[in-house]
Nanobody
């Protein structure tokens, strides 16, 4: 079965950086869109970023454009989220997700496999 394991979360001051990693197993990694979502106690789970396996396009939420960068290493079955210029409003549990859809996947319902999440806390 598909397994996604996130790491790299933690506590950082506003303006700082973190790099999240997600290790995937149990899937043909190169044929999946990999994405990142986040959820805080006051918000629904929201899309952050995704990288398509079909056309290698990347997608970002407006709130993170220019600050976050998604990348993937198909040889290592890894996907990363580099987060720079972090803001307190970025505080959330961040989830890695995988989608086998043949169309761009940016909604939670598009993704069939999820990790357990990693906490990111940005202090002001």
């Amino acid at each position: 079965h598909v397994q996604l394991v996130e790491s790299g979360g933690g506590l950082v001051q506003a303006g700082g950086s973190l790099r999240l990693s997600c290790a995937a197993s149990g899937l043909t990694f190169s044929r999946y869109t990999l994405g990142w979502f986040r959820q805080s106690p006051v918000k629904e789970r929201e899309f952050v970023s995704a990288k398509s396996w079909i056309n290698d396009n990347t997608y970002y939420a407006d709130s993170v454009k220019g600050r976050f960068t998604i990348s993937r290493d198909n040889a290592k079955n890894m996907v990363y989220l580099q987060m720079n210029s972090l803001k307190p409003e970025d505080t959330a549990v961040y989830y890695c997700a995988a989608s086998a859809r043949l169309r761009p996947a940016v909604a939670p319902a598009d993704f069939g496999s999820w990790g357990q999440g990693t906490q990111v806390t940005v202090s002001s």
